[in-house]
């Protein structure tokens, strides 16, 4: 018997070379996942870390598969591997791949989701709401299209990038 598949919100960002990095990677999801939906790209500036860092690349991807979350995260870790994802103990460490699962179609009691970053950060809510408007937070049952709106409600149009404007 097999299980229904789960759909899930990955956040991606590089800021290493983000024009090989990011295709790489949604070519490994397409490869491994059931990709359903791949969010405009944007382009934001990195914040934290000391230094000059270059703006980092950042999308969401909708997915369905039959992995539960930490086995979805294992994959996700491979593929940061895959593409030469570096690990440092410095989180702000500028990276080819940074490829996080931040809401699943259910609450995952001790899997971390949703995750902290979804609904704090513009860059992974906006477009994750791009492409799954009605998911809902289940921390405050509010759909990620009217968090995104309320938060940020000129982010998009801010940092879409040209191409997918």
């Not at 405009?40 to 598969?65: I, K, S």
């Not at 593929?79 to 809401?103: G, K, M, Q, S």
């Amino acid at each position: 018997m097999s299980r229904r598949p789960y759909e899930y919100l990955l956040s991606l960002g590089s800021n290493i070379e983000p024009e090989r990095w990011v295709p790489a990677a949604i070519a490994f999801l397409r490869g491994r996942l059931d990709v359903r939906a791949v969010s405009p790209r944007y382009d934001v500036p990195a914040v934290g870390g000391e230094g000059e860092q270059p703006p980092y690349v950042n999308l969401a991807a909708r997915v369905a598969t039959d992995l539960p979350p930490r086995a979805l995260r294992e994959t996700c870790r491979s593929i940061e591997t895959l593409c030469r994802r570096v690990r440092t103990d410095d989180p702000f460490a500028p990276r080819t791949l940074d490829l996080d699962v931040v809401l699943g179609d259910a609450t995952w009691e001790g899997e971390g989701l949703p995750a902290d970053d979804l609904t704090r950060e513009s860059y992974v809510l906006v477009p994750s709401a791009a492409i799954w408007p009605d998911a809902r937070d289940p921390l405050s049952g509010r759909t990620l299209r009217e968090l995104a709106d309320e938060r940020f409600p000129s982010w998009d149009a801010a940092h879409r990038r040209p191409e997918d404007a």
